[in-house]
C-alpha cells in the first residue's frame, strides 16, 4: 500500500464508487440489449423481482412513464414470457404485475457469466474484508434510499 492520506484513500474510494455505478450502468445497458428489452423494461423487471408484486401505477411511478407507455412496456415484458398480468384481489378494476414463474430462472441464466465472474472476485477475500465490504454497500443503500426520501420531500 502507498503512503496515501486519508483524504487521499478517501478520494479514491468515492471515485471508486463512482465508477462502480457507472460501469455497472454500462453492463445493464449491454446486457438490456443483448436481451432485445429496453433499459426501462429491465427496470421494470428488476423492481418486481424485488417487490414480488406491483400495480401498473406503482411502475409508472418508479419509471416515470406515462400509463400508455406502461401498458406498452407490460405489453412487451408479457409477450417475452417475464410477467403476468393477475386480478387485484383488493380492487376489482385494478392489475397486479407479477413476475411469471420461471422468469428469475430465465433472467438468472442471462446473468450466469457475471454471477460466477462475482463469486471468484468476492471469494478473494478474508471474512475481515467481506465484512467491510458488506458494511460499505449496506450503508450505501441506505444512504442512497435516505437522498431519495428527501428528493420526496422537496
Not at 20 to 36: I, K, S
Not at 63 to 87: F, Y
Request: proline share 3%; with cysteine.
Amino acid at each position: 500500500m502507498t503512503n496515501s492520506t486519508k483524504a487521499d484513500l478517501q478520494k479514491r474510494a468515492l471515485m471508486a464508487v463512482r465508477d462502480y455505478g457507472v460501469h455497472l450502468t454500462l453492463f445493464r445497458n449491454a446486457m438490456d440489449e443483448w436481451a432485445g428489452l429496453n433499459t426501462t423494461d429491465m427496470e421494470c423487471l428488476r423492481l418486481l423481482f424485488f417487490k414480488g408484486v406491483a400495480t401498473p401505477s406503482e411502475l409508472a411511478k418508479h419509471t416515470g412513464l406515462t400509463s400508455g407507455a406502461t401498458t406498452a412496456m407490460l405489453d412487451r415484458l408479457e409477450k417475452a414470457g417475464l410477467i403476468e398480468r393477475q386480478p387485484n384481489p383488493n380492487d376489482r378494476r385494478g392489475t397486479l404485475i407479477v413476475p411469471e414463474k420461471s422468469s428469475s430462472e430465465k433472467v438468472a441464466s442471462w446473468f450466469e457469466s457475471a454471477r460466477k465472474a462475482q463469486d471468484e472476485l468476492i471469494s478473494s477475500y478474508s471474512e475481515e474484508e467481506l465484512e467491510i465490504i458488506a458494511d460499505v454497500f449496506e450503508r450505501f443503500t441506505k444512504l442512497w434510499d435516505q437522498e431519495r426520501e428527501k428528493l420526496k420531500g422537496a
